[in-house]
Every structure is written in structure tokens, then in C-alpha cells.
């Protein structure tokens, strides 16, 4: 646990969805070799993919077909990936270790928190509704709820706006450059997620947030007020 000092007066956590708030590698893993053996290429381990899957569909096809988005069979193997995800979309998709006891007394506390991700609203929706979080969450916003997503900050400034909360008041987690770069654009105090998917090649301590937590428990230090330290 990288702990430095907690947040100041924090009134709402935001959390990036895959890899932050929920372990989906081995559900999204699955569904690529799902397709991957559909089409009579060899599966990929999952060891390989967990890194990549906070970079997107984009990314795991890349990595699985070695093809780009101007490759004529992309657009196609991409939806076909995303409905293979879609009917296997919480079948090992669970919590991350210690993120219930997280999340469990920032509610105690008194502060709110939600979901700011680059995941389609199709998806990110089921999705919690198996899981039960859809109801606990203050606000959801998805990759397609506005025009423009992370590393933009509107999706952030439209949650703050939701729940009226004050973007300088406010933490965003999350595993990857974007959810740092987008919430500092949007004035709020960023951490890093060590334990979610970041590629192998990337220091995350380099990428200029406010600290790094290395379980789901060790945000809690964070939040917390000085007095209480």
C-alpha cells in the first residue's frame, strides 16, 4: 500500500469499471477464445490477455487475430467478441478481493460512490444487474452515454453533475493511463489500481496520479479524515 496522506475532504468515489471495480479478465478472456476456436485459431492464454483487457476489444483482438481495425474481418470479429462476452458476461466476473469490505464502509461513512467506464451501457448494465451493484451505485455512466469518453473527462464531469457532487472532492480509480489523465482533466484526485490490468511494458507510478493502492482495502486509508488517522 502506497499511502501518503488521505484525500482531502473526499464526498465521492468514482471507479473505472474492469479491472477496478470488477475482476472480469476471465469472463472477457473467454469470450476471445471462444471466437479465436470458432474460427480455428489456437486459444490464447489467459495469462497473456489479463494485462490487455483494460485496453478494450480493440486491443484483445489485436492480440488474438494480429489484426487492426482496418482489417476487413475487424468490425465483424469485434461484435462477434462482444456477443460472445454478452451471453457469458458474469459467469466468472466477481468482485476484486476486498472490494465488498471497501466498498461496505465507504457507504458507512457516509460518502457516495459509482461507475465511470468506457464500457458500453449494453454491457455495463447486465452486468451489474447480475451482480447486484446496479442499486448501490449513486450513478453509472458508460462509454456510450455521451459523445466523447475517457481520456476526455465529460463522462466524470456528468456523473459530478448527476449526483451533485464537486469535481475537486471527488477520487477516481482506476488501471489505466486514460482513468488518471481523465480525472485530473476533471479536477479531481486520481489513484492507481495496481492490482487491475496493466500491461506488462507500463510503470504506472509514472503516470502523475495522486497515489497507488495495491488491494481494494488499501483506499480506505485515503478517505479517511486526518483526525481519524
Known amino acids: 500500500m502506497r499511502v501518503t496522506a488521505p484525500l482531502p475532504d473526499i464526498s465521492t468515489v468514482w471507479f473505472d469499471l474492469d479491472g477496478t471495480l470488477l475482476d472480469t479478465a476471465r469472463d472477457l ?7 479465436l476456436v470458432e474460427e480455428g485459431r489456437p486459444a490464447v492464454a489467459f495469462d497473456l490477455l489479463r494485462p490487455i483487457v483494460s485496453l478494450g476489444a480493440s486491443a484483445m483482438l489485436r492480440l488474438g487475430f494480429g489484426c487492426d481495425s482496418d482489417d476487413p474481418d475487424f468490425e465483424r470479429r469485434r461484435q462477434r467478441f462482444l456477443d460472445l462476452y454478452r451471453e457469458n458476461i458474469a459467469t466468472h466476473t466477481e468482485l476484486f478481493p476486498d472490494m465488498q469490505v471497501a466498498l461496505n464502509e465507504i457507504e ?3 460518502l457516495g460512490w459509482g461507475i465511470v467506464t468506457n464500457k458500453p451501457g449494453w454491457l455495463t448494465t447486465p452486468l451489474l444487474q447480475a451482480l447486484g451493484l446496479d442499486a448501490r451505485a449513486l450513478c453509472v455512466v458508460s462509454g456510450d452515454t455521451l459523445e466523447r469518453r475517457k481520456p476526455d473527462p465529460d463522462q466524470l464531469l456528468y456523473a459530478c453533475e448527476r449526483t451533485r457532487a464537486a469535481p ?4 477516481y480509480v482506476g488501471d489505466a493511463r486514460k482513468d488518471v489523465e481523465a480525472g485530473q482533466r476533471a479536477g479531481m484526485r486520481t489513484l492507481v489500481a495496481l492490482f487491475g490490468y496493466i500491461p506488462r511494458d507500463e510503470d504506472p507510478l509514472t503516470w502523475g496520479a495522486d497515489g497507488a493502492i495495491e488491494t481494494p482495502a488499501d483506499l480506505l486509508p485515503w478517505l479517511r479524515p486526518r483526525a481519524r488517522q
Open 29 to 35: 478472456a473467454g469470450a476471445l477464445n471462444l471466437l
Open 108 to 110: 458507512e461513512t457516509g
Open 168 to 171: 475537486d472532492r471527488c477520487v
